[in-house]
């Protein structure tokens, strides 16, 4: 009981603390620098290897079929070939529109000096990995004996080598360079003789010397990185675009090998013959195209086959050969034609290959197997890169049409050229994500992303992919070029920004569902 008189006053104190975590609530926010140029789906290139003597016209030619497709060329340009005058003044004309001229690191010598067995094995010693001399080769020459060593490269020509010589890179180089142009070079397994041939220095990366060297690989090798593979800061290894998958009938290795060829005239028929031999231990369907004269009729084949479409003078078979395991077969291919003409063909042994009017490409060749390459980059987002011999683009530009154009509907394509795919991916690797923060402010998520160019000048176009969830929404950020694109499980946001040296740092801010 309360006494009269005495009050008691209860005092309450109430602390409230208010704690602002800068760490969001929300799903992790993670970031990471793009494969391409203004988040390209692919890189596209164009390569023409002028190796031989040719026409100014053809060289006109094929740039004016580049650029009419809305692509970038490279001129892979030998020191024989850049010898020509006619041919001077072509390539001088093409680099002031913008074409790529490369110094060629390889070239071919098919009609004049074959590899003798000193020789050979010559260049096997300074090719040749001796683990690797059995994997997917051919044996050399026509009729090799049992004891023939398998030589790395010589994929299916086997007397049609690529046989790299130091004084015709220094020559091509010399040449160019006298007439204004600056080539691109390699790097490959002559570099010490060809750098002391020009008294130059070795390039530590890309896009880093007087001849702007970018590293390469001749048809031989097979055994260096084009580009340096890297881990992102997510863990996952996101291996550059190689240029050892090249499509490119002379660089690129199949499991299936063409070991011959022999063509013969029996009572008004022409039979052709086509000897497989399948290197893996799987079964395999390989793709074999034959290019038959307009006037072939009566086409008979032992194997599946259909006629795709007429180019021009020639009739486009393609042959679907399957071989089992290990499995040697021999695909023939008949057909009937006028007298008149008479045998008007014959076997190139220097080649390897059948001339005209037939002539044998490389299964991977076949353009549904371009296709279905061009698929298998696209969904890795990497890099087309189609070269091919200036006679052969001049002769089936068809071919060259209809892959830049199937290219193109995969996506966004970034069309350039080797040279600038080199020079991008060398700076590419010096830019990098630094730190990614998510915080709560007013109801918004807000993001900041800071970016490290290491590079000593601004880099333009540069990708950088911000991955949001999927619950995101009302996505916004000061920077002007972004997109968002949705996916069933995240949303990601696609920045092109321009990054000079340092550190820059971006935001952007959603609500969240």
């Known amino acids: 009981m309360r006494k009269p008189g005495r009050t008691v006053f209860l005092l309450l104190t109430v602390i409230v603390v208010v704690v602002l975590d800068p760490v969001a609530s929300s799903p992790a926010v993670s970031a990471h620098v793009g494969r391409w140029p203004r988040n390209a789906d692919i890189a596209l290139a164009i390569g023409i290897v002028v190796d031989e003597p040719t026409s100014p016209y053809d060289l006109l030619k094929t740039a004016r079929l580049i650029r009419e497709n809305g692509a970038k060329g490279t001129y892979f340009v030998s020191g024989q070939a850049a010898l020509i005058g006619s041919i001077q003044k072509q390539l001088v004309t093409l680099s002031k529109n913008g074409f790529e001229i490369a ?203 259909r006629r795709l479409t007429t180019w021009g003078q020639f009739q486009h078979i393609l042959l679907r050969p399957r071989l089992g395991p290990n499995e040697t077969k021999v695909v023939r291919i008949t057909y009937k034609g006028p007298e008149l ?32 390459q061009i698929d298998s980059i696209a969904d890795r987002g990497g890099m087309v890169t189609f070269r091919g011999h200036i006679n052969t683009i001049s002769t089936f530009s068809t ?48 993001v900041s992303v800071e970016i490290l160019n290491e590079n000593p000048e601004m880099v333009r176009d540069v990708p950088l992919e911000v991955i949001l969830p999927i619950t995101a929404r009302q996505i916004s950020s000061p920077e002007p070029r972004y997109r968002v694109v949705e996916t069933e499980q995240k949303k990601v946001v696609l920045f092109t920004l321009d990054l000079p040296p340092g550190v820059t740092t971006l935001t952007l801010s959603y609500l969240e569902a």
């Open 341 to 372: 003409f008479g045998r008007s063909y014959h076997l190139d042994l220097d080649s390897g290959t059948i001339r005209y009017p037939l002539r044998v490409w490389r299964p991977i060749v076949a353009l549904e197997t371009w296709e279905n």
């Open 103 to 305: 110094a060629l690191g390889y070239y071919y010598d098919p009609h004049r000096s074959l590899l003798d067995e000193k020789r050979y094995f010559e260049v096997k010693g300074l090719y040749a990995d001796p683990p690797n001399l059995a994997a997917g080769v051919i044996p050399l020459g026509n009729n090799p004996p049992p004891e023939t060593v398998y030589m790395p490269g010589v994929y299916r020509y086997p007397l049609h080598l690529h046989q790299l010589r130091v004084q015709d890179l220094a020559r091509s180089y010399m040449v160019l360079t006298s007439l204004g142009v600056t080539p691109k070079g390699f790097a490959g397994p002559y570099d010490q003789e060809i750098l002391r041939a020009l008294r130059s220095d070795l390039p530590s990366r890309p896009g880093y010397s007087r001849f702007n060297a970018y590293e390469y690989t001749s048809g031989i090798t097979q055994v260096s990185e084009p580009f340096p593979a890297y881990v992102e800061t997510t863990g996952r290894v996101d291996v550059p675009p190689t240029l050892l998958a090249e499509l490119d009938a002379q660089h690129h290795q199949t499991e299936v090998q063409i070991i011959g060829k022999t063509n013969i005239r029996r009572n008004n028929t022409e039979v052709v013959e086509i000897k497989l031999r399948n290197m893996s231990d799987r079964c395999r369907e390989s793709l074999v195209d034959v290019w038959l004269p307009s006037w072939a009729s009566q086409i008979r084949s032992n194997v599946p086959h």
């Open 399 to 446: 071919l060259l049409q209809e892959i830049i154009k199937y290219a193109k509907g995969k996506g966004t394509i970034w069309d350039a050229t080797y040279g600038e795919i080199a020079s991008w991916w060398s700076k590419r690797q010096e830019i990098s994500v630094k730190r990614v923060v998510s915080y709560t402010q007013d109801g918004l998520v807000v």
